[in-house]
């Protein structure tokens, strides 16, 4: 059956070729429109389609979109995309799966100089014909062919927030087979990477064919690759590839650790191991006897169910996967890391007034939901125009109303905040006067992110020497296999930001993770205050904090150097603080 999330795709994909095509604008809002709407939605819409205009009552979605969708949910086909796909080369469809190229340059692209795939863009790249094109400066042609260049480099690799619900879903299912006792992914997933080559889930079962057989069977699996008696590997109609091991339950400690990599870290564990005269594998730590493979002999582990166990004989506390990456885990005391639980505020957030689809009470409520005692309402500035980005009038009116909406709610604390824009210079986009009236003030880089580092770093500074700011948002402008953002001295900028007790934001949109984990160990052992913020734009993206935990935990980031952890006094005192 057709998810929300494949729908919206194919609204996307709708939208994408029409404005390749060069159709009228409102068409391709409008899809646009219908695609997020599908994003969005709770309930499901293949099952809405059943009733009578209940498509129809959801906004964003007209009678022609509800149509189409009944079209898929009845056909597994949209006449009218398939009529679409065939007026546009397919290799243009494919630049678009491209992050950093949009549709309106490859209409572009193809119409003024018979760009058709990928292959054609490289080659007229590299032989300055694309030169010309109106619109199309020496710096836009840069782009592209960065843009080409992670995409090749990210090939493969999908993003955590793709992964994990994934993961997620599939353990799940495998939960419920007979016969299975314990299921967790392992891998890069566990650790919480950013991007993930492959899922790796491990399964403990009586009954191993039957799993392999439900496994294989999932209605996402396009591809087996193999299937054994003890590992099925399959790709999903997203591209995605999964790995079921099936173990007996006697051994799932050893094997969770062996899964969970990484490679790095289980070679130290190894090392270890072979100092204390041990030998440790998949299936145990075992007294080293001096033969090759102790498990194949009938020989007993000195411990292998848990991974506590196999941690505690080699002397160790348990590790969180987290810091499994030979970053001095096993050498160092490890810090008590920060848990999604102790997350009590949400500090940069949008609503309707700039790019986001909720109004103040809503964000203002979900914040509550989630147990937190604070949320700052922090939309665009103007020069953010794509984003709606408000303008000084603007500002100070929607002041008032976060200050109404505050009334509404007296238990939470609201604060009257703006993610304000670095300028290129490190000016921030309102006059101080202004700014001096907010609550909360979130800088972030949004454009000209392809500064040298130099320029870029002089540019932060300013930022973070401002009295006004309290967070560095999205500090590089990164996305996660699309784009570099700006190359930061991250020694420099923490050292500033410890001076100038500004938070570094870790952005937990699994686009951004920005700061990245490494940059986040810097600021770690540079001292310096983190935050990590959802930059909630559309409901329920206050989910998405346990991608920036993640991020935070892989930093070695503790409870109390994360200000979204504080209580209400606390937090309100270091906001007030200057
Ligand atoms: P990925 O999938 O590229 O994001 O990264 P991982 O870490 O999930 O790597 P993967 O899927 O190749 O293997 C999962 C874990 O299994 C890995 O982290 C460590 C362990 N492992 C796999 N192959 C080897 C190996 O040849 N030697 C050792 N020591 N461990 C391995
Ligand atoms: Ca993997
Ligand atoms: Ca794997
Ligand atoms: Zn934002």
């Not at 964003?60 to 079209?71: D, P, Q, V």
């Not at 007026?87 to 950093?100: F, H, M, T």
């Not at 209605?219 to 003890?230: Q, W």
Request: with cysteine.
């Amino acid at each position: 059956m057709a998810s929300n999330a494949d729908l919206s795709a194919l609204f996307e994909e709708f939208a994408s070729i029409l404005e390749i095509l060069g159709a009228n604008k409102f068409k391709v809002i409008a899809f646009q429109k219908v695609a997020r709407a599908l994003d969005a939605m709770a309930d499901d819409a293949a099952t809405l389609a059943a009733t009578k205009g209940a498509l129809e009552a959801i906004e964003g979605i007209g009678a022609s979109s509800a149509a189409k969708i009944r079209e898929y949910v009845e056909t597994g086909t949209i006449a009218e995309l398939d009529e679409l796909r065939f007026q546009v080369p397919p290799g243009l469809r494919e630049l678009l799966g491209i992050s950093g190229i949009g549709p309106k340059t490859i209409s572009l692209l193809w119409k003024e100089r018979g760009v058709t795939d990928k292959t054609t863009l490289k080659a007229k790249l590299a032989t300055g014909e694309l030169a010309g094109i109106k619109g199309f400066g020496e710096k836009k042609l840069q782009n592209i062919a960065e843009a080409l260049t992670l995409a090749e480099q990210s090939a493969g690799r999908i993003r955590l927030g793709a992964a994990l619900p994934i993961a997620e879903a599939v353990v799940e299912r495998m939960e419920r087979v007979p016969g299975v006792q314990r299921v967790a992914y392992a891998g890069s997933l566990r650790r919480g990477k950013e991007t993930i080559g492959d899922v790796d889930i491990l399964c403990a079962s009586s009954d191993p064919p039957s799993a392999h057989a439900v496994f294989r069977s999932m209605p996402e699996i396009v591809k087996v690759l193999v299937s054994g008696d003890t590992k099925t590997s399959v790709i999903t109609s997203r591209g995605v590839q999964i790995d079921l091991r099936t173990l007996p339950l006697a051994s799932f400690g050893a094997a969770l650790m062996y899964f969970t990599g990484s490679k790095e870290h289980n070679v130290r564990l190894r090392e270890r191991a072979i100092s204390m005269g041990y030998r440790l594998n998949e299936y145990g730590l075992f007294v080293d006897d001096g033969k090759e493979g102790p498990q194949h002999r009938g020989i007993e582990p000195v411990v292998s169910a848990t991974e506590e166990e196999v941690f505690a004989k080699l002397g160790l506390p348990w590790v969180p996967p987290e810091l499994r990456e030979d970053r001095g885990e096993l050498a160092q005391a490890m810090p008590k890391l920060i848990e999604l639980g102790d997350l009590k505020a949400e500090l940069h957030a949008h609503t309707r007034a700039s790019d986001g689809s909720m109004t103040i009470d809503e964000l203002i409520l979900a914040a509550q939901a989630k147990g937190f005692h604070t949320v700052a309402i922090t939309d665009h500035s103007k020069s953010s125009f794509q984003a709606n980005g408000l303008s000084p009038e603007r500002l100070r009116e929607h002041i008032k109303a976060v200050h109404e909406a505050a009334a509404r709610h007296p238990t939470m604390t609201v604060l009257a905040g703006s993610e304000v824009d670095i300028l290129i210079d490190g000016r921030l986009d309102y006059e101080d006067e202004l700014l001096g009236k907010l609550d909360i003030v979130v800088a972030s880089p949004h454009a000209s992110l392809r500064q040298e580092t130099a320029v870029a770093m002089k540019r932060l500074l300013k930022a973070i020497e401002h009295p006004s700011v309290r967070i560095l948002g999205h500090p590089s402008g990164r996305i996660v296999n699309g784009r570099s953002g700006l190359d930061l001295d991250v020694r420099e900028l923490v050292a500033a930001a410890k001076e100038h007790d500004v938070a570094l934001e870790i952005n937990a949109n699994p686009l951004r993770l920005d700061l990245r984990d490494s940059h986040v160990k810097a600021a770690m052992e540079g001292g310096a205050l983190l935050a990590i913020n959802c930059d909630s734009h559309e409901r329920d993206n206050l989910d998405l904090a346990r991608y920036g935990v993640l991020t935070g935990r892989r930093g070695w980031l503790t409870a109390e150097r994360c200000v979204n952890t504080w209580d209400r006094e606390r937090l309100r005192r270091w906001l007030k603080r200057g």
